[in-house]
């Protein structure tokens, strides 16, 4: 799995964000902005032998994945949660769950959910937000 981001040059900065992941970081070149992104990932994600990778793009698109996507969808799940201002709790009971574990599995990349999963967790913390998916073709 793949998060989107966009780099572009913003006066003497390179600024990176990923907008799924609710984040944004810079760098004074394009390759130190990725460098970043990979350390903010990293260090947001807090786990040992965490790794992300940026697969740069075409016109300034590029793409994160990493060594363990329970990891990176599990800070996807907590970002949106913390964005939308929810406890575990909230989120569970918007799931429909009656315990807050039945959520926080997954945001603690304990489970790996399916797609359908995924959009539905995305639905508890983020009502009335889609995930847009698309196809990217690695090398």
């Known amino acids: 799995m793949r998060f989107y981001g966009k780099v572009y040059k913003d006066g003497k900065f390179w ?8 984040a944004m970081t ?6 130190e ?10 260090s947001l994600a807090n786990r040992p032998d965490f790794k992300v990778t940026v697969h740069p793009g075409k016109h300034g698109d590029f793409e994160v994945s990493s060594n363990d996507p329970r990891v990176l969808i599990s800070l996807f799940l907590r970002r949106q949660r913390e964005k939308s201002g929810l406890s ?8 429909g769950a009656r315990s807050r574990n039945a959520y ?4 603690q990349g304990t489970s790996m959910p399916s797609l ?3 959009a539905e967790l995305y639905q508890a913390v983020a009502p009335g937000r889609d995930i847009v998916l698309h ?3 690695t090398s």
């Open 104 to 107: 926080a599995r997954y945001e």
């Open 135 to 137: 196809h990217s073709v």
């Open 33 to 42: 902005a990725y460098a970043m992104v990979e350390y903010l990932l990293e």
């Open 116 to 118: 359908e999963k995924l």
């Open 88 to 95: 575990l709790s909230e989120a569970a009971k918007r799931l």
């Open 15 to 22: 600024l990176a964000e990923m907008p799924l992941l609710d």
């Open 26 to 31: 810079q760098g004074h070149t394009r390759k």
